[in-house]
């Protein structure tokens, strides 16, 4: 392999591992806002232990979050020194104003959130949960604006010229509301809305399956299902608000979103396809003029393909982001199913009886994670074969020093460490779940369960025990 392909491969291996664990904290920072909030409100111990419990599970997403992101930045440097050259304006002025008003707000707020019950009010702990989902939430603004700006540039003039050439930032607001920062913005925070929901519903529909915290488990299910409900369908919303704004800031994004080749013909929506990409044409089931009238409400309207651009100015893998888009589709299609239908089996009261329905949902904390996952490579897959849309190529972007092997070298040693820290993130919060939240009181039967074990047992042993002062030796015979 080249030095782009390796150094393209190795950025999105690290990439796609460290984005596993945002979204999960940005989201479950929704839900423990959420449920601390409804102890606050109705006093009920209930919701304290669920949230004590999913903080614990918030702790070490994020921990674990930041030991997988820090290494990206210096991959710009050793892999992609003449886009660093280019975007080092841009992307400084983002990351600094990531630093300053969303990771050191999230951070400093987290010892409270974590070590702040007893010893601090209950309002202030409250704060703190809230300051910290707010800080996650600011942490995505920054990221989200300075990879929008590469997608929709914005706000900057060039200086220099060739390879010293580099952007230097005009207007700061015209940078960060570039044409496509607000909708891209709005798309990731509900994918990490949905992500954190469903490992609640996950974790949960586990717990019910074994009969296990049930007084915990059922409450924080209709909890999440109800986020899950709701962030689902703001999605499809979303989603098609983000399209639209693709169809005009990146038309030959768009194009290889559906396979679209001929400009002078309307544009199909597929639901599922293969894009020859030599012949110039996908082949799959599909509604005729769906995506003309998505963009303009005419099923006839032609929409700019493929063929309109110059062959180098397409992006490299049609149907790579072709196949993507429809995984990231199908699946928001198939969340919002799946919750609609609990909700529907929750209003005839028969949510909890469906076992089927609780197995899928089990397994269900993956599926945010694939839309994800397939959003982001739909993305940043169909703005090649541009690093800055319109401006800055990746095969110009790169190091002039480093070499195949090196970028190889480093990639193994990525793959065998991060190999690891999955298989310990796996182990630590197996543990944390099947540990279970903490008992904050014992209920009735818990009560009764324990005069079984101290006073009962015992005289069916033969043992002495006091009752009311005398001493009384009874035999289990």
């Known amino acids: 392999m080249d030095v782009e392909i390796l150094a393209r491969l190795q950025f999105a291996f690290t990439i796609s591992f460290h984005y596993i664990y945002p979204p999960l904290s940005i989201g479950l920072g929704l839900l423990l806002v959420i449920m601390e909030g409804m102890y606050l409100k109705t006093g009920n111990k209930l919701y304290e232990q669920m949230t004590r419990f999913w903080i614990r599970i918030f702790a070490l997403i994020f921990g674990i979050g930041v030991a997988?992101?820090?290494?990206?930045?210096?991959?710009?440097?050793?892999?992609?020194?003449?886009?660093?050259?280019?975007?080092?304006?841009?992307?400084g002025s983002a990351l600094a104003a990531e630093g300053i008003f969303a990771f050191a707000v999230e951070s400093g707020f987290l010892g409270i959130l974590l070590f702040g019950w007893n010893r601090v009010?209950?309002?202030?702990?409250?704060?703190?949960?809230?300051?910290?989902?707010?800080?996650?939430?600011?942490?995505?603004?920054?990221?989200?604006?300075?990879?929008?700006?590469?997608?929709?540039?914005?706000?900057?003039?060039i200086v220099g010229e060739g390879m010293n050439a580099r952007a230097e930032i005009t207007d700061f607001w015209a940078m960060v509301f570039n044409p496509s920062s607000v909708e891209r913005l709005v798309h990731v925070w509900i994918g990490?809305?949905?992500?954190?929901?469903?490992?609640?519903?996950?974790?949960?529909?586990?717990?019910?399956?074994?009969?296990?915290?049930?007084?915990?488990?059922?409450?924080?299910?209709?909890?999440?299902?109800?986020?899950?409900?709701?962030?689902?369908?703001?999605?499809?919303?979303?989603?098609?608000?983000?399209?639209?704004?693709?169809?005009?800031?990146?038309?030959?994004k768009l194009a290889a979103m559906e396979g679209h080749y001929d400009s002078l013909a309307k544009a199909d929506m597929f639901l599922l396809g293969w894009v020859d990409q030599k012949k110039g044409i996908a082949k799959g089931l599909k509604i005729p003029g769906?995506?003309?009238?998505?963009?303009?409400?005419?099923?006839?309207?032609?929409?700019?393909?493929?063929?309109?651009?110059?062959?180098?100015?397409?992006?490299?893998?049609?149907?790579?982001?072709?196949?993507?888009?429809?995984?990231?589709?199908?699946?928001?299609?198939?969340?919002?199913?799946?919750?609609?239908?609990?909700?529907?089996?929750w209003w005839k009261g028969t949510l909890f009886t469906k076992k089927w329905l609780l197995v899928f949902f089990v397994w269900s904390v993956l599926l945010p994670q694939l839309a994800n996952q397939a959003g982001w490579f739909t993305a940043e897959m169909g703005r090649q074969p541009w690093v800055v849309y319109g401006l800055l190529r990746t095969s110009d972007a790169l190091s002039r020093t480093v070499t195949a092997n090196q970028i190889l070298f480093s990639l193994v040693l990525f793959t065998i460490v991060y190999t690891f820290l999955f298989a310990l993130f796996l182990f630590l919060l197996n543990r944390k779940i099947h540990h279970g939240p903490e008992d904050l009181h014992q209920t009735d039967e818990e009560n009764e369960n324990e005069m079984y074990t101290k006073r009962i047992i015992p005289i069916l042993e033969g043992s002495t025990v006091t009752d009311g002062g005398n001493d009384k030796t009874l035999s289990s015979h």
């Not at 050259?85 to 841009?90: N, P, Q, R």
């Not at 702990?125 to 920054?142: E, K, P, Y």
């Not at 990221?143 to 540039?153: D, G, L, M, R, Y």
């Open 68 to 91: 997988t992101g820090i290494i990206m930045e210096f991959e710009f440097g050793t892999n992609w020194a003449t886009y660093s050259k280019y975007v080092g304006d841009v992307f």
């Open 121 to 157: 009010s209950s309002r202030v702990h409250f704060f703190s949960t809230i300051m910290v989902f707010l800080g996650s939430m600011f942490s995505a603004i920054w990221i989200v604006v300075a990879n929008s700006w590469q997608q929709t540039p914005a706000g900057f003039h």
């Open 192 to 252: 990490a809305f949905l992500a954190g929901a469903f490992l609640v519903l996950s974790v949960n529909a586990w717990y019910i399956l074994k009969n296990k915290h049930l007084h915990i488990a059922k409450p924080a299910f209709k909890i999440a299902l109800v986020a899950a409900t709701f962030f689902s369908l703001a999605q499809l919303l979303a989603g098609h608000r983000s399209a639209d704004g693709v169809s005009k800031n990146q038309p030959a």
């Open 290 to 345: 769906g995506l003309s009238f998505l963009t303009h409400q005419d099923f006839s309207y032609p929409l700019k393909g493929l063929q309109a651009f110059k062959p180098q100015d397409r992006p490299t893998q049609v149907n790579a982001v072709f196949q993507f888009y429809h995984i990231m589709v199908a699946i928001g299609m198939l969340l919002i199913a799946s919750t609609l239908l609990a909700c529907w089996y």
